[in-house]
């Protein structure tokens, strides 16, 4: 019978990687503890709408602060409110980015990606093309490298 080496996890630092691990997830709870009790409130330029977001960047409240709303044109009203609601989760968001307190991918904040200002397609290509270039499969114009084995 062959005897198998003794796995020892801190040879192959698998007690450093679940530690690691553990305090991800540590600060991951506390970034959602802290988004979970985050909230946005903005108000319309003119201070007759106020809106408050919870710290995803949704509206949990639209309030009207006084009665002028009833003499605006329904276009008028409709403007205001979209401004003070793109405003708001703007806001929002970028409370949230300054919770995370690091960019997710590099460049790209989670305040960014949450709104929708990061094109995936564009961001994954470009992440793509670095790996590649880094990695010496390709060459800064994007064409591949004829590989030679010297023989």
């Not at 009833?70 to 409709?78: I, S």
């Not at 960014?112 to 670095?130: F, N, P």
């Amino acid at each position: 019978m062959v005897d198998q080496p003794e796995f020892r996890a801190d040879r192959y630092g698998l007690e450093e990687a679940l530690s690691m691990l553990a305090e991800e997830q540590r600060k991951l709870e506390e970034f959602q503890r802290r988004m979970n009790e985050a909230s946005t409130t903005v108000e319309s330029a003119n201070k007759m709408v106020a809106a408050t977001f919870d710290g995803r960047g949704e509206l949990v409240r639209l309030e009207f602060t006084n009665t002028r709303y009833r003499t605006m044109a329904p276009a008028e009203l409709a403007s205001l409110l979209l401004e003070t609601l793109r405003r708001g989760r703007e806001k929002s968001f970028a409370k949230v980015s300054e919770l995370a307190g690091r960019d997710v991918l590099p460049g790209v904040s989670f305040g960014q990606l949450a709104a929708g200002k990061v094109d995936l397609h564009e961001m994954t290509e470009s992440m793509m093309r670095s790996m590649l270039d880094l990695s010496g499969i390709v060459d800064t114009t994007g064409k591949k490298e004829s590989q030679s084995d010297g023989g």
